[in-house]
């Protein structure tokens, strides 16, 4: 099949790479003409495991193009899926200027039937604003099909490739099919596509990714309580998720969550439930308590250090929002760094992945390392903000030997209390007891 898709940011790239493994001709469209070159040349400008090996190989054997003329990319395309950005406005809602743009060009440019599918994270009632924006300028037959993306940044390329469930929203058969058909390949295993109407499929991503949103809330919230009444929150998470009502997943107590899916579409379903004058509570809860749980770890370092942060150096092992990721977008490890910086502290931070994007925001109190361990040297205490693996098992010792206090502020309880207490650290993390030495 031939398809096009508009937009080469995360969710487009990802989307053309895989149809095109699955034997479709995909081309993907960009207006940004640097970002098509480097794409031309072979430059995969996301870090996403696995996505640099398809890409090379479709890209190599004619299946994955790339240009910035929507013209000619779309011509001949049986389906155009739209993969583009919805930034939230101040209020929260969600833009949909380069939606409805791309879709009045559109307008212009179908010859024959074509199926244009919204690949974005948009609002209930978006496909029919598409379909009107079309409409307006073609007399042609065209279908719009909502189609949203559940991929998960760090293993995204497997969530494409073995998708859990595939969600179309249309009121088309005739679309339907040609959709199902497109899908077929990723589906074999019997895992369900599942056909709905244009709102219910829209509703469907913001509802996945809200509910998700609130179960890592609610267990950070238990785990501020497991502090002041004793318990560990870590024995909490293991009794609740073997639990099969509840399951295993997303019950880690931390330090928030970022990025660039949760924040943004938690804020645009509210923002959408306030529009239609529902009080979404939950909701609204949820936004509030992660906006404090992301800087949890600042009072806990103010206490210790008896409210003088002046001069201290801290190391920061962490920074993108979460692993296998280079994104720093509503990154908790942002909001730390501003925090400590605001209170006369310097920094030294390590990422496996997402050093290069923190160096262009132009913080001179951040000195981004080439290593856990030069971050670490003469720091009066470690912060870790992200569990990378490599993080999961130091060198303890080496460790103690860097660091100028032996003290750890760890926002994603990586690591053991006994295996703390046997190392003679003072550790410090989120609902659990403290460990001072």
């Not at 179309?168 to 058909?181: D, H, L, Y």
């Not at 490890?333 to 605001?342: F, M, Q, Y």
């Not at 205490?381 to 206090?405: C, D, H, S, Y």
């Not at 990586?414 to 403290?434: A, V």
Request: hydrophobic residues 40%; glycine residues 8%; proline residues 4%.
């Amino acid at each position: 099949m031939k398809i096009s898709v508009v937009g080469t940011g995360y969710v487009g790239l990802v989307t053309g790479t895989c149809f095109a493994e699955t034997g479709n001709y995909v081309t993907c469209i960009d207006i940004d003409k640097e970002k098509v070159d480097c794409l031309r040349q072979g430059q995969v400008p996301i870090y996403e495991p696995g996505l640099d090996v398809i890409f090379e190989r479709n890209q190599r054997e004619g299946r994955l193009t790339f240009t910035t003329d929507l013209a000619g990319g779309i011509k001949s395309s049986s389906v155009i899926f739209l993969a583009l950005p919805t930034p939230p406005n101040e209020d929260g809602s969600a833009d949909l200027n380069y939606v409805i743009d791309v879709a009045e060009q559109l307008g212009s440019l179908i010859s024959e039937y074509t199926i244009i599918v919204n690949k974005s994270t948009v609002p209930v009632g978006t496909t029919e604003l598409v379909r009107n924006a079309i409409s307006e300028k073609t007399q042609i037959e065209f279908d719009v099909v909502s189609n949203p993306e559940f991929l998960r940044e760090g293993v995204a390329v497997d969530d494409f490739m073995k998708p859990d469930r595939v969600v179309i929203g249309t009121s088309s058969e005739k679309a339907a099919e040609i959709m199902r058909e497109l899908y077929a390949p990723l589906v074999r295993q019997g895992n369900p596509v599942l056909v709905m109407d244009e709102k219910s499929a829209e509703m469907t991503k913001y509802a996945a990714n809200s509910f998700l949103a609130t179960k890592i809330t609610f267990m950070n919230e238990v785990a501020n309580l497991c502090e002041i009444l004793g318990a560990d929150v870590d024995m909490v998470r293991k009794g609740i998720g073997t639990d099969n009502r509840i399951g295993k997943r997303f019950l880690f107590a931390g330090i928030g969550y970022g990025g660039s899916c949760f924040p943004k579409d938690v804020q645009a379903l509210a923002k959408t439930a306030s529009q239609a004058n529902y009080d979404f509570k939950i909701l609204n809860s949820v936004m509030s308590v992660n906006e404090k749980q992301k800087i949890k770890l600042i009072e806990k370092i103010k206490a210790y250090f008896n409210y003088d942060l002046k001069g201290k150096t801290f190391a920061v092992w962490g920074l993108a929002f979460k692993p296998y990721t280079d994104d720093i977008r509503e990154a908790p490890s942002l909001a730390n760094i501003r925090e400590l910086i605001n209170e006369g502290a310097r920094i030294k931070a390590y990422d496996p992945e997402a050093a290069e994007n923190v160096k262009k925001l132009s913080m001179p109190q951040v000195r981004v390392c080439e290593d856990e361990y030069e971050a670490l040297r003469d720091a009066d205490a470690l912060l870790i903000i992200t569990e990378w693996p490599v993080f999961r098992t130091p060198e303890f010792g080496r460790m103690k030997q860097l660091l100028k206090n032996d003290v750890i502020f760890d926002g994603r309880n990586l690591y053991d209390l006994d295996t703390m207490r046997k190392y003679g650290f003072n550790y410090i993390s989120i609902g659990r007891k403290e460990i001072h030495e």
